[in-house]
């Protein structure tokens, strides 16, 4: 139940987000659709379980609508595009995201060893190999999603698609600083209309 509420909430905020980027020539609600498709078959994973911190955080909820937007928008995608594209993205972001917890591991642990006068030669080394296979696998699967994704996008689509998907981490970035900030500047206002209140 609590997944379908959620699911039905995030559909609203995609046909928002699509309705605030999309083209005139290219129907909203056909975009709809292949997030609903996109929904059913990329995000199995927030079905599972019942406990509270199993479910989707409002953050990461519209960070995720905001994605599907940037990449819908930015692609001029067809309904068929979209119903093929969505998912493997989705499948892509699941692999980047388990690589760069590990990486963030690794980098804690050095963090670590760098204030151990004892930290043994070998761990470094070990840690500095497997963050660059990390690496080397991150550069491997983005390759394989583009050539995957190349048999129904054209050459066009593809390259667009390679740079959105380096500026992804900047637009997020942008896009969770734009709220942080809007969020302060309204307390501020509360703030000093308290201030005047007293």
């Known amino acids: 139940m609590c997944y379908s509420l959620w699911t039905t909430n995030l559909l609203r905020r995609c046909y928002t987000t699509l309705n605030t980027h999309a083209s005139s020539k290219q129907p909203v609600l056909i975009f709809a659709l292949a997030i609903a498709i996109l929904l059913l078959h990329a995000l199995p994973a927030f079905a599972q379980g019942s406990s509270p911190q199993e479910k989707p955080r409002w953050g990461k909820e519209r960070i995720e609508t905001v994605i599907i937007g940037k990449f819908a928008s930015e692609l001029d995608l067809t309904p068929g ?107 501020s206002k509360q703030d000093k209309t308290r201030r005047k209140g007293f």
């Open 81 to 187: 595009q979209a119903e093929q594209f969505f998912p493997r993205f989705r499948q892509f972001q699941n692999q980047m995201e388990e690589l760069q917890r590990q990486q963030a591991k690794r980098q804690r642990d050095l963090e670590e060893l760098s204030r151990n006068p004892e930290t043994n030669r070998d761990q470094v080394n070990q840690l500095l190999m497997q963050q660059s296979q990390d690496e080397e696998q991150m550069t491997a699967s983005k390759r394989q999603f583009l050539s995957d994704v190349s048999g129904f996008l054209s050459p066009q689509q593809v390259s667009r698609c390679s740079i959105l998907m380096n500026d992804l981490r900047t637009h997020v970035q942008k896009f969770m600083d734009d709220r942080r900030n809007s969020r302060g500047s309204g307390h």
